[in-house]
């Protein structure tokens, strides 16, 4: 029977794995995270010392690693082969939400020079309409002088003003 486009598919037997690559980068992160603090340096040297002092130091029958310490070795490159991955893998991921965050930054950044811009077209519309605009100390300078031509005795509106 043909597959139908419309509807899901079974779920049928997988040869991988399934994982959930978010649950597993946010994993690799707190991982990462933890690698890069003091505290685990201390725990990694507690560890490594105790390891060497205990297959140094201990009864023979009880020692598991004698001196060239071959099976530290090998833990610690286990260690170091997981760990660069996952550190790898966080680095990425950090750079993609640095990528996505600058892009962000620079549209709000231009929003915010369209609006000074914007801001800054209206303010030179308003200085120019402001100087067209006559002032208070105008129109009182224009007003005392025509009331000093009005006062004036020598001129018509000065008359006019008396015939009345």
Same mark, same amino acid.
């Given at each position: 029977m043909a597959e139908r486009l419309d509807q899901p598919r079974q779920p049928g037997l997988r040869l &991988?794995?399934?994982?959930? *690559?978010?649950? +597993?980068?946010r994993l690799?992160? &707190?991982?990462? $995270? +933890?690698?890069?603090?003091?505290?685990?340096l !201390?725990?990694?040297? !507690?560890? !490594?010392? !105790?390891w060497v002092v205990w297959n140094a130091f201990a009864p023979e029958p009880?020692? +598991?690693d004698p001196y060239p310490f071959i099976f530290l070795t090998l833990m610690l490159s286990l260690q170091a082969s997981y760990a660069a *991955?996952?550190?790898?893998l966080a680095q990425n991921r950090q750079a993609? $939400?640095? &990528?996505?965050?600058?892009?962000l930054d620079r549209a709000a950044a231009e929003r915010a020079q369209a609006d000074l811009e914007y801001l800054a077209r209206e303010m030179a519309a308003l200085r120019m309409a402001v100087g067209e605009v006559a002032t208070r100390d105008y129109i009182h300078s224009e007003?005392? &002088?025509?009331?000093e031509d009005l006062q004036e005795p020598g001129t018509p509106a000065g008359q006019a003003g008396n015939d009345r």
């Open positions: &991988r794995p399934h994982y959930d *690559p978010e649950a +597993f980068g690799s992160e &707190r991982i990462a $995270r +933890f690698l890069g603090t003091a505290r685990f !201390v725990y990694m040297t !507690v560890f !490594v010392g !105790v009880w020692r +598991f *991955p996952l550190i790898l993609d $939400r640095d &990528r996505v965050q600058s892009e007003l005392q &002088r025509l009331q």
